[in-house]
């Protein structure tokens, strides 16, 4: 980093109300090179990156892009100065075709036909192969990511900011995007990137900065420096790994019998034929991209849709047919992927959300006459046992930041004492220390006796808590392979090969 | 730069400050329309709001406010319950027609025999009707996923045409010359739905209007069933996570806001109208549903808004006879109420900010 570095923060500062989201961040970087941004959630890496992509404007400091002040007053300012960014969540409409999602995202877009060459040329070059009609819709998250990345590419950018990229793909996924960013970063666009999954960073990263409160604790070369060191970084004291006592299962609980369920919306994906026993004290971990079947299997199993009797039985008995309730009273408890408006009713209160499920198994409710004050109890108890951060059980879902109404909605359902857990992607967002005690206290109801079902995309997460692995590829689960031992390859392959061209679509 | 931003939590104090602010807003904008039709707007004001409370002739005004509040809270109150789930019955007014006809019918039946059991009867064919013709669209949208906003509101108008075929036929008075319309209620004791107290306005359907607030105001916050339509409301995939049963929800909603809308027909037919005519209905169920959502949905705030929506209809009507203002200019001034409330209703979830955009 000898010549004008291509971006150079200095002294950047921005406060909201009550907390000071960055504290006299500076870093610099070169052209053509590839930072990692690192940091617990609530770091302030976020508002970092909208600043420099003009989203939130700095209350202090300075930016200057190859030595000359830069000031994006908005993201297309920031744009035309060559800043692109791929946000963590895609913002694309399913019924549209690719070619016409990325016209929506320009400030003036050639005809149709030039465009659709244009991203053939960019998706030729840059080895993200994807055709410029189909509907977005019938896209793999990772074929749509590919979609946000050709969008920015369009725009040759100098740097590119990349959030949470690998988050929604496959291993091999994750090969053909290094491959790309490697590419980029050869002909000279820098990368700002933004994880938290350590090993990749170590794989693809020059250098790194890590934030920890808003401040920067520390730069450092990723190659040279442990995933275990970096992480200390990030969280400011010793990391604790899940532990987990040696056991051997118990008897079946969960019993799942050529499982075929048709996905009540257009685009979703049936479970196509899923056998699979899990015992107690065991937990099953499942992986599979995003929209492979993992909503409908948690629906299927959490009695949000119902099954022919003889496919699924719990403790010997058929419960195709049981709704949420009656499975609940048994003892089969959920915690979907998708935090506000699914596992939790954003605008409702922790305690009406506590209601929401636990109202039979806590006793909060009496001939149906609902006990309020034992439910805003049970939420308490929630919030302590779970460390979740809010001033108190009446405040609304919505006002928790994503990690600590996760810990609510995980903490709601382990504190029930399930016989049977299942959870969607039980430390999406989470930060790392709140992750590590998510995954601590999954692992406590499985030394317990609670059978349990992972599904998740987070492959280190499945590997360090699963007792079994097995994936979801087109609504169709592979066969069980004990998780210990297995490669990566040997995953990606049960996961169905990378989501590229040749993927059938059934 | 003004913008809207959503506030974390929803606000507390603009949420029952809303409707406050609404009537005041309504008052001031309608005060100009009343200007611009060359009459005093503060005279035009409080003809609307006072005299019917406070006036010469209140002794006659106070009565009618409970006897146009009632069936207005009634049909409110069962509506609201839909809303709040995300349940829209539309055709409350077709509802009440029917509750009408089969309350007035199971009466005239008993006609001329006198006894104590006939009123109570007519109360139980008026709910049944109300609910029968909710139960249509009910099942329809069950069974076949049909709109019910669509269907009920053409009951509606298949109701009407009942009304009218009954007025002229099956019900028609015997002994009325001709005349459209059925034997007058009031002139039958055993049917007749009188007050309570002698000229208080106070009639059955009053004393059902305040058990249905009281009951709406428990079944919404203190029991499972009250719980799961808030739910539905709100969040319906949480709901359903929940194990909240959409289908039954549905069934739940719509009969009993038919039930509801019957029962405030029945009282009417038998109490203050007296008879079964061409033109019984007045939109009741129509402006129910302003009603509901002047309430906020909430059953107390339906109360208030009921009595208010009366107010305007009574102090309407005196500020025609005595001003000379248009009827046009009275829907309009009701409009606007609903109208100011739906946009304030903005600013409990979100706020205004002033200045430069920033996302946080």
């Known amino acids: 980093m000898t010549d004008t570095p291509l971006l150079d923060l200095s002294g950047l500062t921005k406060a909201y109300p009550g907390v000071i989201a960055n504290d006299d961040v500076s870093l610099s970087i070169a052209p053509g090179e590839v930072h990692a941004l690192l940091g617990e959630n609530g770091a302030g890496k976020s508002t970092l990156v909208k600043m420099i992509y003009g989203l939130v404007k700095p209350d202090a400091g300075t930016m200057h892009m190859f030595g000359a002040p830069f000031t994006p007053s908005e993201p297309r300012a920031a744009r035309a100065s060559g800043v692109g960014m791929v946000f963590q969540h895609f913002s694309l409409f399913d019924a549209l075709s690719v070619a016409e999602n990325i016209a929506l995202g320009m400030e003036d877009a050639p005809k149709m036909g030039a465009l659709s060459q244009q991203i053939r040329d960019v998706s030729d070059t840059y080895g993200l192969p994807l055709a410029p009609d189909r509907v977005v819709g019938d896209l793999s998250a990772g074929e749509r990511q590919r979609v946000e990345i050709i969008r920015c590419l369009l725009q040759q950018p100098k740097l590119l900011i990349m959030d949470e990229p690998t988050s929604v793909l496959t291993p091999q996924e994750v090969e053909i ?23 990749e960073i170590r794989a693809l990263c020059d250098s790194a900065t890590i934030l920890r409160l808003g401040k920067v604790v520390g730069h450092c070369t990723p190659a040279e420096t442990s995933a275990r060191d970096m992480a200390e970084m990030m969280v400011g004291k010793l990391l604790q790994t899940p532990t987990r006592a040696g056991k051997s299962p118990g008897e079946v609980v969960l019993e799942l019998a050529n499982l075929s369920v048709s996905s009540p919306n257009a685009f979703g994906m049936p479970l196509r034929g899923i056998s699979v026993e899990v015992r107690r004290g065991e937990v099953l971990g499942i992986g599979g991209v995003a929209g492979n079947g993992q909503d409908e299997l948690l629906a299927a199993l959490s009695g949000e849709m119902l099954s022919t009797p003889g496919m699924i039985r719990f403790e010997g008995q058929n419960i195709g047919l049981l709704g949420p309730t009656p499975r609940r009273a048994m003892g089969i408890l959920s915690a979907p992927e998708e935090r506000l408006g699914h596992a939790a009713a954003p605008d409702m209160s922790l305690t009406e959300n506590a209601m929401l499920t636990a109202a039979a198994r806590e006793g909060l409710e009496s001939g149906g006459i609902l006990n309020w004050g034992k439910a805003r109890g049970f939420a308490e108890k929630i919030i302590e046992t779970f460390d979740v951060r809010t001033p108190g059980p009446s405040n609304a879902a919505r006002s928790l930041s994503g990690g600590n109404l996760q810990k609510f909605v995980i903490g709601r359902e382990v504190l029930q004492r399930p ?20 995954r601590q206290s999954l692992l406590d109801l499985a030394q317990n006796g609670t059978a349990l079902v992972v599904i998740s995309q987070d ?29 990566v390859e040997e995953i990606g392959l049960m996961m169905g090969g990378a989501h590229g061209m040749e993927v059938a679509h059934v | 730069m003004i913008r809207l931003e959503k506030r974390p939590q929803p606000s507390r104090a603009f949420s029952l400050a809303t409707p406050v602010l609404a009537v005041i807003a309504t008052m001031f904008f309608g005060g100009l329309l009343f200007m611009a039709l060359g009459k005093e707007p503060l005279l035009a004001i409080k003809t609307i709001f006072w005299e019917p409370l406070f006036g010469e002739f209140s002794f006659f005004y106070r009565p009618q406010l409970m006897i146009k509040g009632a069936p207005l809270v009634l049909i409110a109150i069962g509506l609201s ?54 139960m249509i669209p009910a099942l329809l949208k069950v069974k ?149 959502f002047l309430g906020r949905l909430h059953p ?39 109208f100011f409330l739906l946009a304030l209703d903005m600013f409990t979830n979100y706020r205004l900010r002033f200045g430069r955009t920033e996302v946080a």
Request: one cysteine or more; hydrophobic letters at 50%; proline letters at 4%.
């Open chain 1, 177 to 199: 995007l290094f491959k790309t960013l490697r590419k980029l970063s050869a002909e000279g666009t820098a990368i700002l990137y933004i994880s938290h999954k350590l090993e």
């Open chain 1, 419 to 438: 016989d049977l857990l299942v959870v969607n992607q039980p430390t999406w967002g989470v930060d790392a220390s709140a992750a590590a005690s998510i």
């Open chain 1, 459 to 487: 492959l280190d997460e499945l590997m360090e808590i699963s007792d079994r692995f097995a994936a979801l590829n087109e609504g169709r689960l592979s066969e069980p392979r004990p998780a210990q031992g297995l490669t």
């Open chain 2, 144 to 292: 076949f996923g049909t709109n019910e906003i669509l269907v009920s509101l053409m009951l509606v108008y298949v109701a009407e045409q009942f009304l009218a075929s009954m007025s002229l036929g099956l019900l028609k008075n015997p002994e009325g010359f001709g005349f459209p319309g059925s034997r007058n209620l009031q002139q039958y004791e055993s049917a007749f739905n009188a007050d309570l107290i002698e000229g208080s306005g106070m009639h059955w359907g009053v004393v059902a209007a305040m058990i249905a607030v009281i009951f709406a105001y428990v079944l919404l916050s203190k029991h499972r069933l009250g719980f799961a339509i808030r739910v539905t409301g709100e969040a319906p995939r949480a709901a359903k996570f929940s194990g909240v049963n959409p289908t039954r929800l549905v069934l739940f909603c719509l009969g009993t806001s038919g039930l509801l809308a019957g029962l405030a027909g029945m009282f009417e037919v038998s109490g203050p109208a007296g008879q079964v005519t061409i033109d019984f209905n007045v939109g009741y169920g129509f402006t129910a549903i302003i009603v509901a």
């Open chain 2, 300 to 338: 107390i705030g339906i109360l208030l808004a009921g009595l208010l929506m009366a107010l305007t209809y009574i102090g309407g009507d005196i500020a025609q006879s005595q001003l000379g203002l248009p009827a046009a200019a009275i829907q309009v001034f009701q409009g606007m109420l609903l």
């Open chain 2, 81 to 134: 319950l839909g809303f709040k789930a995300g349940i829209w019955n539309i055709g409350a007014e077709g509802q009440y027609i029917m509750g009408a006809l089969f309350g007035a019918g199971v009466g005239l039946a008993f006609y001329p025999a006198e006894g104590h059991y006939i009123f109570p009867l007519m109360v139980l064919a008026g709910a049944f009707g109300g609910w029968v013709w909710a």
